[in-house]
């Protein structure tokens, strides 16, 4: 349901806050989804853009989690707002990194 007269900030940050909320809950897509909209709302929403990041790492979505915080870290570069941004890119290269053993273990 649209609320009326509420700024488009203010809805990309329940958006963002109630993806937050999905992803403590392990609900990925919806966390996903919420993460979307937020963006839809404030595209510089780099806490929504991490948290989107987070559930697509957990969806196996690697290329799209990397994106993400991939522009999570050029958006925060010299401000240190998410400092966990670059935690996250480490787990999300440990599953590439895995994902690709396995694809070259079943080529051999």
Not at 77 to 91: C, D, T, W, Y
Request: with cysteine; charged share 30%.
């Amino acid at each position: 349901r649209r609320v009326e007269n509420v700024s488009s900030d203010m809805v990309g940050a329940l958006h963002a806050n109630r993806g937050f909320t999905r992803l403590k809950l392990s609900k990925w897509v919806e966390a996903e989804e919420d993460c979307s909209s937020a963006l839809v709302s404030n595209h510089g929403n780099v806490k929504a853009m991490y948290r989107r990041a987070m559930a697509r790492l957990e969806l196996g979505k690697l290329e799209e989690a990397l994106h993400d915080v991939e522009e999570v870290i050029r958006e925060t570069s010299g401000k240190n707002i998410i400092p966990e941004a670059a935690e996250l890119r480490k787990r999300i290269n440990e599953q590439f990194d895995i994902k690709q053993r396995g694809t070259s273990h079943c080529s051999s």
